[in-house]
């Protein structure tokens, strides 16, 4: 369905949208992906990987403070903080803000990923990778958790969708390797799609997950580009009194932290754990 001036996602069978391409800038074929890279008037630069809108110049602020503060703020006192995925390296440029953080590993599979990106999406990382806390790793996320000895605070799967060589990032194995590899109070979190459209990859989640944690839940917000409805991250952890905080104390976290944002307040933050009946019963159902 692609033509020379229109880009159709096929994420969704059945269901989906289309980007106006003002301008092809790369479109190749690397270890892992087709990557595709594109101007469109809306929404400034557009990466796509294998057919799936992945991030755009102008809403990706939105997911990446959202799946940084929220655990960064809620845990309060996180030294070390893993990436699993994030090559655009707009999830680095977040947690990277977190001033008290003293290790930052990044595990993504393909380096083509982070080096088009920080050719064609230089704000994204917007000189992240040069921190001297980062460490980033060129590996599966999958084969990194298996053999990996160390444990981190946050765990942040910023990953495909479970399709390719993103599904392992979804796995049972997956999970259980990430609870290993946190801390006592560490938070795990995860984007985990559009729940109107991918409710059955949620449930699937919870019913991997809750092995694992003493509570898995999500919390939600809306990016343009991710089409159907809010997007649900996915939030795993051993400490259940954590994403209860009042917004009093987020909010003296937040101003203690002195982070600026575009997206993320604490009055939010607090507001995105609370989920649409049809998405608690599915969680309570799986
Ligand atoms: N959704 C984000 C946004 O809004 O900007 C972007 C997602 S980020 C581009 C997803 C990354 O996960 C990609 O760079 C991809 O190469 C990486 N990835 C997929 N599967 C992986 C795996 N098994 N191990 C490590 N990284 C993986």
């Known amino acids: 369905m692609q033509d020379k001036t229109l880009y159709f996602e096929t994420l969704h069978p059945g269901y989906g949208q289309y980007f106006e391409i003002d301008k092809m800038l790369y479109e190749q074929q690397t270890d892992s992906w087709t990557l595709s890279i594109f101007e469109n008037r809306r929404f400034g630069r557009v ?3 294998n057919g799936a809108i992945q991030t755009t110049e102008r809403d990706e602020f939105v997911y990446h403070e959202m799946l940084t503060h929220v655990p960064l703020l809620a845990h309060a006192s996180a030294k070390k903080v893993l990436i699993i995925g994030g090559g655009d390296g707009a999830m680095l440029r977040e947690v990277v803000k977190h001033r008290a953080l003293e290790r930052i590993v990044m595990v993504e599979i393909d380096p083509q990923v982070v080096s088009l990106c920080q050719t064609w999406f230089p704000n994204h990382s917007a000189g992240a990778f040069d921190d001297p806390r980062v460490e980033l790793v060129i590996a599966d996320g999958m084969a990194f958790i298996a053999n990996c000895s160390e444990q981190f605070d946050v765990i942040i799967s910023d990953c495909t969708d479970p399709v390719g060589p993103g599904e ?3 796995s049972s194995d997956f999970y259980a390797g990430c609870k290993r590899c946190l801390t006592q109070d560490g938070i795990f979190v995860a984007q985990n799609g559009v729940p ?8 699937d989640t919870v019913r991997r997950m809750s092995s694992y944690t003493r509570e898995c839940w ?4 809306a990016v343009p580009t991710y089409i159907g409805g ?3 991250f996915a939030w795993a952890t051993d400490d259940i009194e ?6 009093a104390t987020l909010e003296a976290r937040f101003n203690e932290a002195g982070i600026s944002t575009r997206y993320y307040t604490p009055a939010l933050h607090q507001a995105s754990f609370a989920l649409p009946h049809y998405v608690e019963q599915a969680i309570r159902s799986a």
């Open 230 to 232: 809010s997007m649900a």
């Open 47 to 49: 990466m796509a990987l």
């Open 242 to 247: 954590v994403r209860r905080l009042s917004l």
């Open 196 to 203: 109107f459209m991918q409710l059955e990859s949620l449930q």
């Open 218 to 221: 999500f919390f939600t917000a």
């Open 168 to 170: 392992v990032l979804f």
